[in-house]
Each structure stands twice: as C-alpha cells, then as structure tokens.
C-alpha cells in the first residue's frame, strides 16, 4: 500500500478538483491511499458538491493559506510536513502555476521520496507571469516527477532537463456519464421552458470573468441573435452572476440567457446544448471540451487554446480578435452537426487517451516508478 499526499486543490470543485476526483474514484484502493491537504483556516473542508462526486474515503489535512501572514503560515506547514512527511511515499502537487514551491520543498526536506509537480495550465494571468518563470527555473531542484495536461501545460512550466523528462497525462473522463440522451434533453428543455427547436448555445465552467472570458460569449451571443431569434445561452456552473446579468441587460438578451448554477449531473446538462461554446482567456487542456465531445456537442473555442480535438466538429479556427459577429456565424454554421453515434464517440475518445480507466492504470504505473 503507497500512501499520496495529493495537495493544490480548493474545497470547491473546478475544473482540476474534478480531474483529481475522476482518478481517485477510479484508483485501486487495495495499493493506493490518498490524503488531501487543503488550505485555509481549521474547518475548512470540501464543499458538499466535491463529496457527493467523490466515491472513496476523503481525509483531509488542514494548513493556512500563506497570505496575508506568510511567515507563519510557512512555520506552520513546516510542522505539518516535519510531523507526517514519514506517512507518504508521494506527494503529488497539481498546480495551475508555479507561484511556489514550498509543498515540494517541504516534501524533499522531510524525506518523501516521490515528489511530483503536475502542471494544469498552458498560460499565466499577470501575477503568474512574475512569479512562474522565477520558479520554473528551480522546479528541477525540489521535483522528482514533471507531468503536465497536455505539450502545450509542459512547455509552459517546465524548460531544460525538466521539459524533456515532462510527461503529458492526460484529463480522463468517465465516458459513459456523458454519452448523449435523447430522452434526458427532452426532460431537462421542458424544465427550463426551452422548446425543443430552440437554438441553445453555453458552456460547463465556473463563472470567473478573468479566465474564462465569459462577457466574450454574452456578445457573441447578442450578435447571434440578431440572425436567430429562437436561441438561449446557457452557463452552467457556480459563480457570482452580477456581472454576466448586467451585461446581458446591456446588451438586451438578459431574458434569454440562462444560468443554472451548480450542477453534479453535468453530462445530462450538456444534452440541453447544441453548440458548447468555449471561448477562455487561458487553460491547460481543459476536461469540459473532452466532456462536450463525448456527448457529441460540436465545440466552437479559440485558437490560442490547447487544441484538445477528438472529434470532427471540434473548431478551433477563430481568434479572440475577430469580430463578434463572425463568431455568431461559425455557431450558427456548426450548430446542426452533433454527432450522435455514442459507441463512435467511446471508441474514439479511449483511442485518444481520455477514457478514465485505462488512464487510471497508467497512472498507477507511474506512481509505483
């Protein structure tokens, strides 16, 4: 039995909590234990949609974040890993950047012998462009393992000896829970007083103006309608709706733009979509395409993006620079080319690696290395 100290998570479930919890629900038990470590102040714990996704055992250390008093909240992480590093054999710290490195520091300091960095994310907002590259340069030194999500999240936080030894794993889904339903669309349409010859256009993901840039889709979408009338955009996920809701009064589609809130049954919501429509500012490779294909959703994202296609009615074709409008035109040219062959769909999404429980062994693998 190897013990994990799995570390970089928050309590919520984003986009890498929910890939962290797909691998755990899929481990092998009987070789495998993972602990988490969480930061934040002593009740902290994870959120009640995390646990419900999460079918194995969660034991939960707690240290404080590191703002606003670094110097003690360093002295306190010190104790935790001086006191329980003896307990792991790996650590493995998924990170969205390098804006430290202290779990791996601690882990090498007090003698956890696996020590693995795993990048989830191909590009930095303006803090991480400081701090990152400072850091990229002194992975190496605390580091054993260097995997990443994708080439693109391997170039972006490893150079050198560490980015020839990078690994790429890649963000599995459980395929079956996202398979297409026919009878599901028809049952969740009428709940949300969408006919069924409505166009809808929307997106899984947290609402978090900064990286996922989505005002650029309430003005697409304002543009949309203009050339459709019969159309909804639908956000799901959690998040503060304010802004989104004044934009879209701005921008006069506020009664045609739906947000749905948390949801744990996402791959029944994405049979409500017809075009999933993903324009982020930045991503590692992000799970919600992989999860849109598999439910055989035509996706429409930006080219800056990791490309992350399986299918083909992936479009990746337009930049964030070209006109709204243009942008309304490529949703409306996909938007009947959902691909219904589910057993298609399966085959070809293990054949690219994404399939849940062959990723899971190989994960397996790579922690008894």
Not at 67 to 79: F, G, M, V
Not at 240 to 259: H, P, Q, R, S
């Amino acid at each position: 039995m190897k013990r994990v100290l799995v570390c970089g998570l928050v309590p919520d479930v984003g986009g890498l909590e929910k890939i962290v919890v797909d691998f755990y629900n899929n481990i092998n038990t009987d070789e495998f234990e993972f602990e988490f470590l969480l930061q934040g102040p002593e009740n902290v714990e994870f959120s009640d949609h995390f646990k419900k996704l999460c079918k194995n055992p969660i034991v939960v250390h707690r240290i404080p974040k590191l703002r606003p008093n670094i110097k003690l909240a360093l002295k306190e992480w010190d104790k935790f890993f001086r006191n329980n590093a003896h307990r792991y054999d790996i650590l493995w710290s998924n990170q969205n950047g390098l804006t430290h490195l202290e779990f791996l520091k601690l882990a090498k300091k007090y003698g956890i012998k696996k020590r693995i960095v795993h990048g989830h994310c191909a590009t930095a907002d303006k803090f991480y462009r400081f701090i990152h590259p400072l850091n990229r340069l002194f992975v190496g030194k605390y580091a054993t393992d260097f995997w990443a999500c994708g080439v693109e999240a391997a170039n972006h936080f490893y150079h050198g000896k560490e980015r020839k030894n990078a690994l790429v794993i890649n963000n599995a889904i459980e395929v079956e829970q996202f398979l297409y339903n026919e009878e599901v669309r028809e049952k969740l349409r009428k709940e949300y007083d969408i006919s069924e010859d409505c166009l809808v256009v929307g997106q899984v993901s947290r609402l978090y103006e900064k990286a996922k840039n989505q005002s650029f889709c309430v003005k697409v979408f304002s543009e949309l309608i203009k050339k459709e009338l019969n159309s909804r955009l639908v956000f799901i996920g959690k998040g503060d709706t304010t802004f989104l809701k004044n934009l879209a009064k701005e921008y006069g589609v506020e009664d045609k733009v739906i947000f749905t809130g948390l949801k744990s049954n996402v791959g029944e919501m994405l049979n409500i979509l017809d075009v999933f429509f993903f324009p982020s500012n930045f991503e590692g490779l992000p799970i919600v395409l992989v999860e849109a294909q598999a439910n055989g959703l035509p996706v429409v994202t930006a080219n800056h993006l990791p490309v992350a296609r399986i299918l083909e009615n992936y479009d990746n074709s337009l930049s964030l620079k070209d006109e709204f409008s243009i942008w309304a035109d490529k949703i409306l040219s996909v938007r009947n080319s959902r691909i219904l062959e589910n057993e298609y769909i399966y085959n070809k999404i293990s054949e690219h690696g994404y399939e849940i429980k062959s990723a899971t062994r190989e994960l397996e693998r790579l922690f008894n290395e």
